[in-house]
């Protein structure tokens, strides 16, 4: 049959639909100084704008060669020198920046520019215009996340460069938060306003969303499984901040630990501040700031805080809400 292009279903059945996620994405945690020092080399050995963009790609080792960090999911550490260009592009997959060093860069999204710092949250949604660069005296490190896997999986990528290395300023910068963030949305949306389509909102900043954490954390107890847990939302719809791509900040307190849960979402997470383990299917990882490490779909995760932790995820549960698909348990 094989060379009619013929196979029998029930040799692979119970692979194809088994009872229960089984991922080939392994749990890992990629350390953030040896991530650094690699990435410090590549520096010295091509510059972003030549790269297109300087990053190495943090491959899940369940799933070599398919620069994927879940199945559906990419994740990438990106350089960009002071005094560089990332030049401007624009493609179907949606990315998201999250800042792990330095302070003053920018990403400009259709010719705003969002000048980022440590922790912040930068969103490249779906088909807009985005370069980087970096006037600041200082290298500029973030983690990339993308639903490239998912895009190949359905085939239907596409991407094109600008004529020019940098999209022409349209807006100054901060003005994305100005109008559409902090609870507020223009009466009359613009024209640059509707060119934007449901995503008004680019930046996030961890001045911001640290406050939120604080807050919840003034006035009521730790969720047993989650510490205190709040998803980032885009204003304009309320749901996650990218039709593919949810994100979340968490917050563990000192000395808690967590009971065990585990969601169909495969989630990528980087400790920010403090100190601690999480463990996460067979793994334990004890975590460093800036630490980067992998929640694959229906692990069980939990976390030990020795010190109070900060952390932000990101996942593909936006894409499985969608569908009807996703999936927790605590
Ligand atoms: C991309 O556009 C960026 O804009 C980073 O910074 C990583 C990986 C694959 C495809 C496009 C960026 C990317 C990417």
Known sequence: MAPHGLKPLWEVLGKLVPPHPEPQTEPHRWAYGPMRAFLAEAGDLISAEKAERRVLILENPGLEGQSAITGSLYAGLQLVLPGEVAPCHRHAPSALR?????SGAHTSVNGEKVLMAPFDLVLTPSGLW?????????PMVWLDGLDIPLLLSLECGWAETYAETVFPETRPPGDTLARAGRGLRPWRPSQHDEALGDQPLFHYPYSEWSVSLDAVQAVESPDETHGYKLEFVNPKTGGAVMKTISAFAQRIPKGFKTSVGRSSAGTIMVLCEGSGVARVGKQRFE???????????WQELHFEADEEMTLFGFSDRATQEALGLYRETN
């Open 287 to 297: 975590l460093s700031p800036r630490d980067v490490f992998v929640v694959p779909s």
């Open 98 to 102: 999250f800042v792990l060093e330095g």
């Open 130 to 138: 985005h370069d980087h660069g970096n006037l600041s005296e200082e």
